[in-house]
């Protein structure tokens, strides 16, 4: 009869695991709609504005500004966007990953930096490596104007030199089931005749008021959005695999408790078979 609690106190456990990813599953789906029609709605606009610029720099030739200036790789600054809570499969180890291998062979020659968004990276990256800053409460108040600030800190440390080049390590969201990593180059600005630029075309313009004006004021709103955009594909792919991973660990959980249901019913049917062989060889004994 021991072993029957055993079971049973399995089983109940078993059932209480599967409430709980259930009912994550189905808080991350309601999340992920709100998240993937934002970064749908948003990436038409975030491209184009970044072809615009990458069109407009190549015809002012990057004017004076301080972005677009390539120099001598020293110090590089990786920015890898994970989340803050995990239960989302392989979603943060990839980012992890990617990060590493792009530090330890990429890079493996510089001087690399993190400056870390979320809080599963910071804690494993700030181990092997100088994590400059950790800006793990984005995703509390997920806007432009917070992710904007952060935007202007590593825009303000390129400018003065503190970093050579930035790059973005990210989940791009594809669907529920899929989230592509992307290594994307956020500094120096690419322009429209290098071959990593979204176009390869040039527009020819008629600037108002000057060229110089233009670029002031669309280039830091760009490199902003830019960022807002990755963090938004970040969000949506972090409540997609989520959901995901709750989903199968739902189906994973239906089936263990359907085999120990089945191991408690044989038990029991034992159990009360060998009862029944005591009762009668009791009786027989009594007869005899």
Request: aromatic letters at 6%; glycine letters at 4%.
């Amino acid at each position: 009869m021991a072993n029957l609690k055993e079971i049973r106190n399995r089983i109940a456990s078993v059932s209480s695991t599967m409430q709980i990813t259930s009912a994550m599953k189905m808080v991350s789906a309601a999340k992920l709609k709100k998240a993937q029609d934002a970064i749908t709605a948003m990436r038409p606009y975030a491209d184009k504005l970044t072809e615009l610029i990458q069109n407009l720099s190549e015809a002012t030739n990057g004017g004076q500004n301080p972005f677009s200036e390539v120099r001598p790789v020293k110090t590089v600054l990786l920015v890898p966007i994970t989340s803050n809570r995990g239960l989302c499969g392989a979603f943060n180890a990839n980012i992890i990953k990617a990060t590493q291998q792009l530090a330890q062979e990429t890079y493996r020659e510089n001087t690399v930096k993190i400056l870390s968004i979320g809080k599963k990276g910071s804690d494993l990256l700030s181990k092997k490596f100088e994590v400059v800053s950790t800006q793990d409460q984005l995703f509390d108040d997920l806007v432009f104007s917070n992710v904007g600030t952060v935007a202007q800190h590593i825009m303000d440390g390129f400018a003065a030199g503190t970093y050579d080049e930035v790059v973005l390590v990210y989940n791009q969201f594809k669907n529920a089931a899929t989230q592509i990593v992307k290594h994307e180059a956020f500094l120096p600005l690419i322009t429209a005749k290098d071959p990593q630029a979204t176009s390869g075309t040039v527009t020819d313009y008629i600037f108002e008021p000057s060229q110089e004006a233009i670029l002031s004021e669309l280039l830091p709103k760009s490199l902003k959005m830019q960022l807002f955009k990755a963090v938004r594909d970040s969000f949506a792919s972090e409540h997609g695999a989520r959901m995901t991973a709750m989903h199968k660990a739902t189906d994973n959980a239906t089936e263990l408790r359907d085999q120990l249901k089945l191991t408690y019913n044989k038990a029991r049917q034992a159990a009360i078979t060998n009862e029944i062989l005591e009762i009668v060889g009791g009786a027989e004994a009594l007869n005899g």
